[in-house]
């Protein structure tokens, strides 16, 4: 019987669909396991995939590439440690998130995921069958139990593999990264270890994937729910842990202990991390987007610069008769800071030409939003002219506040391939904002200091779209408007609830109905960093065509 045991944990970066390139990750992570003496190397769940596949795993095409890859990798990693590694698997024409564990050139355990998520991002009861619960499986005499995910956020899974003889608890994840994330995992992972008595292993990807952001967080905890190993948050790392029998069952040595980053940290490293993945993923190198001198566009700049380089972000004002000077001025200033490229488009011309093309149609007509949103669209059009002519993909730079209640011009502002802040209401932007000039770390490729000039932080925030115009003209404080969205969106509340903790009715049933008819919008916009448990795409979805409005 032994009275050792040395798991290898990968905590790494897969990209969906790259089946090919995710095995060689995986092999690579093996190798090193076993240069280093480890029983068995373990990935996340649907490594080999990536995750989440959504509709892509029930293409049959798919599905065979994977056996394929799988089979191969099983083969190129017979002599040495055991390797556990996510990748669907197929039985009776039915789908299943699966847990592969690799033995001797071929696979030796299949653990099926029995309860599968359905709320939030994730759908997985659409694609996958749901399974009973599997025992536990062996790796040189040593009896492990995987709930998959989902599994370890219900008792049943963890006291099933107990009661069924497993020594230690391995639980391979795919969990995106909101606010307040690792606590939750923590808390939930110590109820699976004071149930069952087990040390438990919580192994998560890291990565951006559209939306979402795996940020790792990988942890072992003791029997007694003591932390012995904290792997860092968004980082691939690859790390060793000894286990050794005891009087008390098996316990984990006390290994790495990395901090984890507080909340504010945390967002804009998502941001950053989800964007450089998005553009690295889907085949961008630079990045173009318009500075405009406000904070949303600065703050989107700063992060690019952090994601690419300096050098691969190009950033470009196009002022109208209506822009200021002290916007060309902070626009020019926030670049300069950053050292990224600006250039200056005007598009007076442009947008005299379009108003004679009109003047037909709009004789008699007072000037208004129409005209208004012809500067926004034909910025649109000026950046997407420099997208397609030199590869760059366009970023679009609207908050979250903009987002909910519409503030921001279909076809115009947000044009654009992804936006990073799409998930950050604009109270939380000026702290993002000063964070990142009172900061500096290592992951970051843009420059040290203050990169946001603070008299962008300090004005009053304006589409200058017309003369003096500012975004209180239309919408409330946004110290307010944050927090009645905050009500409406994150936590449901009703009108009357929001109305009694203090805000003006009349104001709560306008930014209701904002909230409510700019949902064509929001279909239409580009796919951004999530943050929240409600940001706007899978978590929260609603009809376009919509007549309900609540009356309390």
Request: negative net charge.
């Amino acid at each position: 019987m032994t009275d050792h045991f040395r798991l290898t944990l990968a905590q790494l970066n897969p990209s969906l669909g790259d089946l090919r390139g995710n095995a060689e990750k995986a092999r690579k992570a093996w190798a090193e396991g076993k240069a280093a003496g480890a029983h068995m190397v373990a990935l996340t769940e649907m490594f080999l995939t990536g995750y989440q596949t959504q509709d892509l795993i029930l293409k049959p095409a798919f599905l065979a590439d994977c056996a394929t890859v799988l089979a191969q990798l099983a083969a190129d990693c017979a002599e040495g440690p055991a390797l556990g590694i996510g990748a669907p698997y197929v039985q009776d024409g039915q789908i299943y998130n699966a847990y592969h564990i690799l033995q001797g050139g071929k696979v030796t355990a299949v653990v099926l995921k029995h309860h599968l998520p359905n709320n939030a991002v994730f759908d997985e009861k659409r694609v996958f069958t749901p399974a009973d619960v599997h025992g536990p499986y062996v790796v040189d005499g040593v009896r492990i139990g995987s709930p998959i995910c989902e599994d370890a956020w219900h008792p049943d899974v963890a006291e099933t593999l107990a009661e069924t003889g497993a020594e230690i608890l391995l639980v391979p994840n795919g969990s995106p990264y909101h606010r307040g994330k690792p606590n939750l995992r923590l808390n939930l992972m110590v109820e699976r270890v004071v149930e069952t008595g087990l040390p438990l292993v919580y192994l998560n990807m890291v990565g951006g994937q559209d939306d979402q952001v795996f940020d790792g967080s990988s942890m072992v905890l003791n029997g007694g729910g003591q932390l012995a190993v904290q792997m860092p948050q968004f980082d691939e790392c690859v790390t060793h842990v000894d286990f050794r029998r005891t009087a008390r069952g098996w316990e984990a040595d006390q290994g790495m202990l990395a901090a984890l980053p507080p909340i504010g940290e945390a967002d804009y490293r998502a941001c950053v991390l989800s964007l450089a993945d998005y553009m690295a993923k889907t085949g961008f190198k630079k990045a173009v987007l318009g500075l405009s001198g406000g904070i949303d566009s600065a703050i989107v700049a700063a992060m690019a610069c952090d994601a690419l380089g300096p050098e691969n972000v190009h950033c470009v004002m196009l002022p109208s008769e209506f822009t200021s000077q002290h916007s060309l001025d902070d626009a020019a200033d926030c670049a300069g800071r950053l050292g990224c490229r600006l250039d200056t488009l005007p598009i007076t011309a442009a947008q005299k030409a379009v108003g004679e093309t009109l003047a037909g149609l709009f004789e008699g007509l007072e000037p208004g939003i129409a005209e208004e949103n012809i500067q926004s669209r034909l910025r649109g059009v000026m950046l997407m002219a420099l997208s397609n002519k030199f590869g760059a993909m366009l970023l679009t730079t609207g908050n979250k506040s903009e987002m909910a209640v519409g503030y921001c011009t279909i076809y115009g502002d947000m044009n654009g391939g992804y936006n990073p802040v799409k998930d950050m209401y604009k109270t939380r932007m000026f702290l993002t904002a000063r964070w990142r000039n009172e900061n500096h770390r290592d992951w970051m490729k843009g420059p040290a200091g203050e990169v946001i000039p603070e008299r962008i932080l300090t004005k009053a925030p304006s589409a200058e779209l017309r003369a003096n115009q500012t975004d209180q003209d239309s919408l409330p404080p946004y110290e307010v408007l944050d927090d009645i969205l905050e009500c409406l969106v994150e936590k449901d509340m009703s009108v009357a609830e929001i109305v009694a903790k203090g805000h003006d009715r009349t104001v709560v049933k306008k930014v209701e109905s904002l909230l409510y008819i700019a949902e064509y919008k929001r279909f239409q916009s580009a796919p951004g960093t999530r943050l929240t448990q409600k940001a706007f795409w899978l978590d929260r979805r609603y009809p376009i065509a919509n007549r309900w409005r609540d009356q309390s």
